[in-house]
């Protein structure tokens, strides 16, 4: 197994930020840069160089802090090939299939629509890790803004297809509302009752909730599981095309 350290805070007001060592070689990344001064921090606290940012799209709360960070250790900035103009002091661009070094390690890159129009995801498959930015929560998923639903349901498919004991790194804490809202399609999915227990615990003892892993959320995450019948029956959409029925979850989350 790849020796990756990987470390985690809280920031902005409900965001995650995460930086990334690989051991051997000693490069450093922050994935994202949702707040400079807090990613800066963060790294020195580790006593890590940042030689990196890799960047999982282009909304504002993850990108804000890119220059400030890029300016304090001189990192490169790699993001994805689709959103690139939206991402400041960028370099290096990835798209979908391609496979990116990051010290001993490579990225494999994945790229999943829906949230924005081209988003990275960024999986290590020799450290069974990935990270999601806004497409895969624990859960649930991110809000469909600039592409279409039954983009959103093939991106979450292609996640869907990753070892299930691959570790999800996502960008906010949002499991206690994902949780409730879940449980208004599942609420037998003893699965998921055991998830939204946990996350209330964790919670409220100033625990983060993540990582989560794939095989999890194909458990009790029901955006990742519109194609199994019980939850198109949930929905009474009994026999119906699974991106339809992500669909129709998805409305009902916007509107919880």
């Known amino acids: 197994m790849a020796r990756l350290d990987i470390r985690m805070f809280p920031c ?46 282009s909304h504002a709360d993850h990108v804000q802090g890119i220059e400030a960070v890029k300016a304090r250790f001189g990192c490169r900035v790699v993001g994805p090939k689709g959103e690139a103009d939206s991402i400041p002091g960028i370099d290096d661009t990835v798209a979908h299939g391609d496979r990116y070094a990051f010290g001993g390690l490579t990225a494999e890159i994945i790229e999943t629509p829906g949230h924005t129009t081209a988003p990275a995801t960024w999986y290590f498959p020799e450290a069974d890790v990935v990270f999601t930015g806004d497409t895969l929560f624990a859960l649930g998923c991110g809000r469909v803004f600039t592409g279409s639903m039954e983009d959103m349901w093939e991106s979450l498919q292609k996640l869907a297809r990753l070892p299930k004991e691959t570790l999800v790194y996502c960008g906010h804490e949002y499991t206690v509302a994902n949780a409730k809202f879940a449980l208004t399609i599942e609420p037998h999915n003893h699965h998921l009752q055991a998830r939204a227990d946990e996350a209330n615990r964790k919670r409220s003892e100033g625990e983060p909730t993540l990582p989560t892993t794939i095989g999890g959320e194909l458990l009790a995450n029901p955006f990742m599981r519109a194609d199994r019948p019980e939850v198109a029956d949930a929905v009474g959409m009994t026999g119906a095309d699974p991106a339809k029925v992500f669909a129709e979850i998805r409305r009902r989350k916007d509107a919880f």
């Open 12 to 57: 902005l007001s409900d965001n995650y930020g995460v930086l990334i060592k690989e051991l051997d070689s000693g490069a450093a990344a922050a994935i994202d840069a949702p707040d400079g001064t807090a990613v800066i921090e963060a790294a020195e606290a580790a006593g890590w160089d940042l030689t990196h940012i890799l960047v999982t799209h």
